[in-house]
């Protein structure tokens, strides 16, 4: 298959998603699959650069007192002098502890919404990355139009947990929607985590995985590793079904990885739901769900 350098954000306008699971697992399943990826921590809780081990760079200031999200975004200089490896082909961009403020001066500056685009994007992606993945923050705001518009590219992760509806609607009412009034963006996949939950009885799993393969706006996002028909609910609503459990499945070893600040395939390479975070990257790939 023929492929071509793209980059994606991973946002949901609601904390607890899985947002950073799925961001980094991503990141490094492309890594694998193509030899060279970049994520972006542009969260300003930073869970994904502490969790890798990289406190100091969370909290580290230039002698001047400014960071390294503050020197790209705003003052122009190279990302490649802040960027640290994770893992084979993988690299990370830090978050700041400050991004914050990062944010607030975006607000203020000439094109502020097109900072993360311009200085660190379009220089890295096709010349040092085939692929750049974006770990959004869970609130609207200028870091997350510098994500939507650096990327035009959109995966939302599902976990089901109350309020997953919220997030959904606001996500694609709020980002989307008010996105797609000034540049192109493409949600390129749905994706429903750490279900763990029977669907043959009436579980939050059900009502999730029900929703978004019956809704008309979202059904063909859904990654076939998580898609359902009509005729895979019949069967399962008549005791028949004996297809495999949909979604990203539950697994100690997710949660484990997490922990050790690593990604899922360096911990565990035998992990049964690598399979599925390695079709969300070949969706990536392709720029689209197929059937």
Same mark, same amino acid.
């Given at each position: 298959m023929q492929t071509e350098p793209r980059a994606v954000s991973v946002g949901i306008l609601k904390g607890g998603f899985a947002k950073t699971t799925t961001a980094l697992n991503l990141a490094r399943e492309l890594a694998h699959r193509n030899e060279r990826a970049l994520v972006v921590d542009l969260d300003d809780n930073g869970h994904m650069t502490l969790n890798l081990g990289f406190e100091d760079r969370y909290n580290s200031t230039d002698d001047d007192g400014s960071n390294h999200a503050e020197a790209v975004l705003l003052e122009g200089e190279d990302p490649r002098e802040y960027v640290v490896n994770?893992?084979?082909?993988?690299?990370?961009?830090?978050?700041?502890?400050?991004?914050?403020?990062?944010?607030?001066?975006?607000?203020?500056?000439?094109?502020?919404?097109?900072?993360?685009?311009?200085?660190?994007?379009?220089?890295?992606?096709?010349?040092?990355?085939?692929?750049?993945?974006?770990?959004?923050?869970?609130?609207?705001?200028?870091?997350?139009?510098?994500?939507?518009?650096?990327? *035009?590219?959109?995966?939302?992760?599902?976990?089901?947990?109350? *309020?997953?509806?919220?997030?959904?609607?606001?996500?694609?009412?709020?980002?989307?929607?008010?996105?797609?009034?000034?540049?192109?963006?493409?949600?390129?996949?749905?994706?429903?985590?750490?279900?763990?939950?029977? !669907?043959?009885?009436?579980?939050?799993?059900?009502?999730?995985?029900?929703?978004?393969?019956?809704?008309?706006? !979202?059904?063909?996002?859904?990654?076939?590793?998580?898609?359902?028909?009509e005729g895979d609910w019949a069967a399962i609503d008549a005791g028949d079904y004996n297809g495999d459990l949909p979604g990203i499945r539950y697994r100690a070893a997710i949660d484990d990885a997490h922990q050790e600040g690593v990604p899922l395939r360096d911990y565990d390479p035998e992990c049964d739901q690598l399979g599925a975070y390695d079709e969300l990257a070949a969706i990536v790939e392709r720029g689209e769900v197929t059937r």
């Amino acid at each position: 298959m023929q492929t071509e350098p793209r980059a994606v954000s991973v946002g949901i306008l609601k904390g607890g998603f899985a947002k950073t699971t799925t961001a980094l697992n991503l990141a490094r399943e492309l890594a694998h699959r193509n030899e060279r990826a970049l994520v972006v921590d542009l969260d300003d809780n930073g869970h994904m650069t502490l969790n890798l081990g990289f406190e100091d760079r969370y909290n580290s200031t230039d002698d001047d007192g400014s960071n390294h999200a503050e020197a790209v975004l705003l003052e122009g200089e190279d990302p490649r002098e802040y960027v640290v490896n994770v893992a084979e082909g993988l690299d990370l961009f830090p978050a700041h502890e400050d991004l914050e403020s990062v944010q607030s001066a975006l607000k203020e500056a000439t094109m502020g919404t097109t900072r993360l685009k311009r200085d660190l994007v379009d220089p890295l992606l096709g010349e040092e990355y085939d692929y750049v993945v974006i770990d959004c923050p869970a609130n609207r705001g200028k870091l997350n139009d510098n994500a939507m518009y650096a990327t *035009g590219n959109l995966i939302i992760p599902l976990r089901p947990e109350n *309020g997953y509806e919220t997030g959904l609607t606001n996500t694609l009412d709020r980002l989307v929607q008010e996105a797609r009034e000034y540049f192109e963006l493409n949600i390129l996949a749905v994706v429903p985590s750490d279900l763990r939950k029977r !669907i043959d009885q009436s579980t939050r799993d059900r009502k999730l995985l029900r929703e978004i393969t019956t809704r008309d706006a !979202i059904d063909h996002l859904v990654p076939n590793f998580a898609y359902l028909s009509e005729g895979d609910w019949a069967a399962i609503d008549a005791g028949d079904y004996n297809g495999d459990l949909p979604g990203i499945r539950y697994r100690a070893a997710i949660d484990d990885a997490h922990q050790e600040g690593v990604p899922l395939r360096d911990y565990d390479p035998e992990c049964d739901q690598l399979g599925a975070y390695d079709e969300l990257a070949a969706i990536v790939e392709r720029g689209e769900v197929t059937r």
